[in-house]
């Protein structure tokens, strides 16, 4: 069998995502797998149709597709997911139409699950006969049972090829017909006080996204910084280098406005607002290029203490996955999710009035500088890169080890002394029956909540 392998690793032939590819092609050589690096050659591949229609005929001719590639803030590269705009520009979706597919990530498993949905509902957006996925972190190939469970997907996969098994589609069609929003009401100015407020947009071309922003910039009593990443000199994207390890030095520093917009605007404003229209259930490829490139920033939070918001042209309430993004993303960064605007509303009073609310929101929040504790998305995805900072990766990423023992990001629960000590006295007491049914019967309900009464004993009207 041919199967076509997408690569969707910067670095190519190099990537850690291609040393499993190869690992599978040397255990199942009576196959050809032909890999293809996407994200490597996007510029040649959207610049000359006919490097993109070389592609696209040898997916047509190829018996399954294998979507291949590491993880990138939450999702796929930005080259990779500019391959799948084309695909849809392009209309050239018949040639992936019931070709059986297959996901192969790597990551540490930092929202691997995010980026596994995404593909997974690009696939069934293509009618493709999605099989199924295989998330591995970078080194799992050092680990044999993991490399035996790999060679098992791999055979399943072939399988249902030969077999033609029926396969499930896991997500719905977009649905998406949104009203012509024009603002109709006249609002009071909120006063902005000493709030540097900056709203970051991927296009104004959407006439919707457009006058959004600008109703929301006509609600304060002073104009309101508007940036288009349009004219934000990115040279390119994140190259996946690691040369930002060390010390946040970006191999693009100096060489164009990225890093000087993102520190001198970014980092100094008080409340953000992320403006964008959705793509094929993500922002666009533009808006990933930009939180791609944010990774110089390595795995430490830059946008710390701040109210967040997002204005969204699209069905975000149709793709709960984009929108559990854009959660994470956020409170990983320790900022403060005030909310999501969209032009889903029936009515463009409906949508001045929610813009109104969500800008009395975040100028109220700012004041206070109130932000809302993380849920398990940003405290399971920080546990996530605690660990590994301490360990495996601890190098190259000296900048975040150092950050991360400032910050007391290292709170791992064996430094908690007098827990340790307290859980083991108890631990020994309750090998004794009559002890144990004592504390388990009679005093558990009120030992749990013994230490919050003692701060509501304490505690002062």
Known sequence: MKIVVLNGSPKGDISVTMQYINYIQKKFNQHELKIINISQRINQIERDKETFHSIISDIKSSDGVMWAFPLYVFTIHSNYQRFIELIFER?????????????LATSIHFYDHTAINYMNSICDDLNMNYF???????????????????????????????????????????KYSPISYIPKIEHNKIDVLNKKIIIVADSLENINLKNMINKFRSLFSKSIELVNLQDIDMKGSCLGCLKCG???????????????????????????????????????????????????NTHTPSLSNKQVGFIISGALNQIPNLRQ?????????????????????????????????????????????????????????MKIFRDEIWGSIRFPFVADHKAYKAL?????????????????????????????????????????????????ENETV
């Open 132 to 174: 199924d996925y295989f998330s591995l972190h970078m080194y799992d190939l050092e680990k044999e049972d993991i490399r035996k469970n790999l060679l098992k997907f791999v055979q399943n996969y072939f399988d249902a090829i030969e077999n033609k098994v029926i396969t499930i589609k896991n997500y719905n069609p977009v």
């Open 325 to 381: 993004i854009l959660e994470a993303y956020t409170q990983w960064q320790r900022s403060n999710l005030v909310g999501f605007i969209t032009d889903e509303y029936d009515t463009s009073i409906e949508i001045d009035k929610q813009l109104h609310a969500f800008a009395c929101k975040l100028i109220k929040l700012s004041i206070v500088n109130y932000s809302k504790p993380s849920t398990f998305l940003g405290v399971a995805g």
């Open 246 to 296: 060390y010390n946040y030095e970006c191999v693009y520093s100096g060489k164009d406005d990225y890093i000087n917009f993102y520190n001198r605007k970014l980092k100094t404003a008080n409340i953000i607002i992320f403006a964008g229209t959705i793509k094929y259930r993500h922002l666009s490829s533009t808006w990933k290029r930009f939180l791609d490139r944010g990774f110089f």
């Open 91 to 103: 209309n050239v979706e018949d040639a992936f139409k019931e070709k059986y597919t297959s996901i």
């Open 408 to 456: 007391n990001v290292y709170d791992f629960a064996q430094k908690k002394y007098k827990s340790r000590i307290i859980n083991s006295i108890l631990i020994l007491l309750c090998k004794f029956p009559s002890i144990r049914k004592e504390i388990y019967s009679n005093r558990m309900k009120d030992s749990i909540i013994e230490p919050l009464k003692k701060i509501l």
